[in-house]
């Protein structure tokens, strides 16, 4: 495969190399936060979402936060392609030709979010029978839950210092909230490596929810009291779990990841942090990244980021962004000639 990586680790690669590229194996999805990024395998998370793992007949628990929730909130609506459509559309399309306040930033990602979810409102999401949805948000704690920003910005100082010496400090800066559509069965429930409080997803606040999972710090305002959640200020998931590094519990079978990396960083604040990189919970997981050769063939030679509102006008961005998309397609055509030949054995890598 020139564009597409297939990495496992050892328990997904004995599974895998025994029964082959199987959608029946795959009882976990996640999908990591990253801002834009997505955008590079869009198409991937297309064909997965819709037609990989379409004719399961298994329950399977999601996992998202920010951008990756976003993501998974298609995979869970009664229409996928018509879901991922509006996405596409509304992400890409969004234009700020003046430095917008948080305020103004929230505002239009709620109206994303409201567009995403369509006339159903997300009540298909909350009441989807064989995907259990958990999308992850994180309430400010002292300094990080004031009202004003120059608490927020020491607050995230404070948090950033602490990280420094360990990955648990952050929960005294933030609580993690997973918000799931079975709370009482979910396998996030009792995660140890950080305090979790587990809340109903609901139709009441599935689109607070997904507008608070993107809520970046400084950037995006946050959202204040989330119905049937603890009272407080919610910002970003990828602030405790940026691309995840948690237990793979609950139902037996694997875990598929469609990332734009082969490596995980745990939370947003270890993204500089060389040092710090998942541990051996990929043991279960088979994780699909897009190769540096297809990264390097993209526009300006690197996935869509965050950097691209600043660095390049409206139009421009926008035009990049939708060659992106567009070349995204090679993953999923790649990935599913596998699919259909069934060699995937041929090109399996170890993760770690």
């Known amino acids: 495969m020139a564009s597409l990586r297939f990495l496992v680790g050892p328990t997904a690669r004995k599974v895998i190399e025994q029964q082959g590229l199987n959608p029946q194996l795959f009882t976990r999805l996640l999908a990591a936060s990253g801002g834009p990024k997505w955008i590079g395998i869009a198409a991937l998370d297309r064909y997965i979402f819709s037609q990989f793992l379409a004719n399961r007949q298994h329950v399977i628990d999601t996992l998202g936060a920010s951008s990756g929730a ?89 948090a950033a210092a602490s990280n420094l010496l360990s990955r648990r400090s952050i929960a005294l800066h933030f609580q993690r909230t997973v918000f799931a559509t079975s709370p009482n069965t979910s396998p996030f429930s009792e995660l140890a490596d950080l305090p979790t409080t587990t809340v109903a997803l609901t139709a009441d606040n599935v689109q607070q929810v997904l507008v608070a999972s993107g809520a970046i710090p400084w950037v995006i305002a946050p959202v204040h009291n989330i119905s049937g959640a603890p009272a407080g200020a919610y910002f970003d998931g990828g602030i405790s779990d940026y691309h995840f590094d948690i237990p793979h519990t609950g139902r037996d079978g694997l875990t598929l990841y469609p990332h734009f990396y082969p490596h995980m960083k745990p939370g947003w604040f270890d993204k500089a942090l060389g040092w710090r990189r998942a541990s051996s919970n990929y043991h279960d997981a088979l994780v699909l990244a897009p190769s540096q050769g297809f990264i390097d063939s993209l526009p300006y030679g690197k996935l869509p980021d965050r950097e691209d509102f600043s660095r390049l006008s409206s139009d421009e961005r926008i035009q990049y962004w939708q060659s992106a998309l567009k070349m995204s397609q090679q993953l999923a055509d790649e990935f599913a000639e596998v699919v259909v030949k069934g060699n995937v054995s041929d090109y399996l890598e170890d993760l770690y």
């Open 70 to 158: 976003w993501r998974l909130c298609c995979f869970a609506q009664d229409d996928i392609d018509a879901a991922y459509s509006r996405f596409e559309a509304l992400y890409i399309n969004q234009r700020y030709d003046t430095k917008p306040s948080p305020e103004q930033i929230s505002a239009n990602v709620a109206k994303i979010i409201s567009g995403i979810v369509g006339v159903k409102s997300g009540t298909d999401i909350v009441t989807q029978p064989l995907v259990n949805s958990h999308f992850i948000a994180c309430r400010g704690r002292h300094l990080n839950g004031g009202q004003h920003r120059a608490q927020l910005a020491a607050g995230l100082l404070g």
